[in-house]
T-cell receptor, first 111, second 113 residues
Framework: DQQVKQNSPSLSVQEGRISILNCDYT??????FLWYKKYPAEGPTFLIS?????DKNEDGRFTVFLNKSAKHLSLHIVPSQPGDSAVYFC??????????FGQGTRLTINP | KAGVTQTPRYLIKTRGQQVTLSCSPI?????VSWYQQTPGQGLQFLFE???????NKGNFPGRFSGRQFSNSRSEMNVSTLELGDSALYLC????????????FGSGTRLTVV
């Protein structure tokens, strides 16, 4: 049972434009969400998070939006840069020590 | 400060063999979690250890096991390897596992032939 889903395996965006990565979840008990970024041959690194008491959290070029009624969150990157090319995972804690991850979306930024 | 260190980085094993992977957490971190990453499946939680005790376990068969030592270093073991065990195994550490401040290592790429 995939409780966190990223339905787009890949996304290609032109440099300077906005990248929008989407994530859906099924478990209404989730109250916190995280985005991780992963380069090849490296472990995932934390990017940004959002609590369910908010509907938006912003950190520089990265903004995460949460729509609780739709059980949907999205990560916006603007402007997109070549270094943003990576695999992005959304995740939610299930209990204190376990993260449930989506399948990931590979973002490619084209010059 | 040093990050999370996983050894070895790459490993090739034959079906039926067993393998042990190692993870050294960030100094002072007492919680260590293990994840399996396969194409199309994202990262799937294996188990989490804190102060040498397993606190949480994912939905993996008993062939997958782990342990944590008094210095917080952790190992995971997979016995009777199957082709489907080929994956990237990632370790993450955090101060206590309760604040979502996870730092991941670079992983061990296991290939079973």
């Amino acid at each position: 049972d995939q409780q966190v889903k990223q339905n787009s395996p890949s996304l290609s965006v032109q440099e300077g434009r906005i990248s929008i990565l989407n994530c859906d979840y099924t478990n209404s008990m989730f109250d916190y969400f995280l985005w991780y970024k992963k380069y090849p041959a490296e472990g995932p690194t934390f990017l940004i998070s959002i609590s369910s008491i908010k509907d938006k959290n912003e950190d520089g070029r990265f903004t995460v939006f949460l729509n609780k009624s739709a059980k949907h969150l999205s990560l916006h990157i603007v402007p997109s840069q070549p270094g943003d090319s990576a695999v992005y995972f959304c995740a939610a804690p299930l209990g204190a020590q376990k993260l449930v991850f989506g399948q990931g979306t590979r973002l490619t930024i084209n010059p | 400060k040093a990050g999370v260190t996983q050894t070895p980085r790459y490993l090739i094993k034959t079906r039926g063999q067993q393998v042990t992977l190692s993870c050294s957490p960030i100094s002072g971190h007492r919680s260590v979690s293990w994840y399996q990453q396969t194409p199309g499946q994202g990262l799937q939680f294996l188990f989490e250890y804190f102060s040498e005790t397993q606190r949480n376990k994912g939905n993996f068969p008993g062939r997958f096991s782990g342990r944590q030592f008094s210095n917080s270093r952790s190992e995971m073991n997979v016995s009777t390897l199957e082709l489907g065990d080929s994956a990237l195994y990632l370790c993450a550490s955090s101060p206590d596992g309760g604040d979502y401040g996870y730092t991941f290592g670079s992983g061990t790429r296991l290939t079973v032939v």
